[in-house]
């Protein structure tokens, strides 16, 4: 089991940044993976950024590309995702994401984004 618990949500004014952590607790030590989706209201749950256990590939939507920085430290078992230049678009609930043991996909609770125009 592992769980993911994600901090630094919150409101922003349009071209505002934010910074959102996540922390990995558990078998963190078979953790592949990890990254961050993102859910609108009315809307399916997409990925925004990943990053795999080397730190060495990260991925991107292209609606966040150049904005959007993640980043992981395995030390500490956390994955950021830097936000800037943010949009109302933006607005979201982001949720931070892992693969685990077996390949299983792991889910923090969510933490609210909300971009103001």
């Known amino acids: 089991q592992v769980q993911l618990v994600e901090s630094g949500g919150g409101l922003v004014q349009a071209g505002g940044s934010l910074r959102l952590s996540c922390a990995a607790s558990?078998?963190?030590?078979?953790?592949?993976?990890m990254g961050w989706y993102r859910q609108a209201p009315g809307k399916e749950r997409e990925s925004v950024a990943g990053?795999?256990?080397?730190?060495?590939?990260?991925y991107y939507a292209v609606s966040v590309k150049g904005r959007f920085t993640i980043s992981r430290d395995n030390a500490k078992n956390t994955v950021d995702l830097q936000m800037n230049s943010l949009k109302p678009e933006d607005t979201a609930i982001y949720y931070c994401?892992?693969?685990?043991?077996?390949?299983?996909?792991?889910w923090g609770q969510g933490t609210q984004v909300t971009v103001s125009s």
């Open positions: 990053i795999d256990r080397s730190t060495k590939y990260a």
């Open positions: 558990g078998r963190t030590f078979s953790v592949g993976d």
């Open positions: 994401t892992c693969l685990g043991p077996g390949g299983v996909r792991y």
